[in-house]
């Protein structure tokens, strides 16, 4: 039985792989190209993990028994801990009334960032600070 695994490429003789996420069957070294910033590759295609060259990657979760179904299911959080905590001082300058116009503007553009917590979708701006600050302090790490 082959193990299939998301991954996301972290480096690459092809700069243009890097960032690209792959669902990667580990028997046959057939890859699923899911997602990349460039056309290298069309969604949804398939290729030999021979045809990537040399390249380095992180696993990324999946929820592989879809895949058995004949789909894909992953969940991909693409963040920076900067985006979030420009989001909250914002948010924070709002609710003490030292707002400036660029801070509206801030809290408006995040108005659909959504984020998982504890397996469920919230939109980050609907989280109290203290909520705001526990997600970025759990989430963003320097080593592991």
Do not use: C
Not at 45 to 60: A, C, I, P, T
């Amino acid at each position: 039985m082959s193990q299939v695994i998301g991954i996301q490429i972290t480096s690459a003789a092809n700069d243009a792989l890097v960032g690209s996420i792959w669902m990667l069957d580990t028997t046959s070294d057939e890859m699923r190209h899911l997602a990349s910033k460039g056309e290298l590759f069309n969604a949804d295609q398939l290729v030999n993990k021979s045809e990537l060259g040399e390249f380095d990657y992180r696993e990324v979760a999946v929820e592989a028994p879809a895949f058995r179904e004949g789909g894909q299911h992953l969940n991909v959080n693409v963040l920076d801990r900067e985006t979030l905590v420009k989001v909250m001082d914002a948010q924070e300058r709002i609710e003490t009334g030292n707002a400036s116009n660029d801070d509206h503007a801030i809290v408006n553009e995040a108005a659909q960032l959504t984020i998982r917590v504890s397996g469920y979708a919230v939109r980050f701006n609907s989280l109290t600070l203290a909520q705001q600050r526990d997600v970025v302090a759990r989430t963003f790490t320097t080593s592991m």
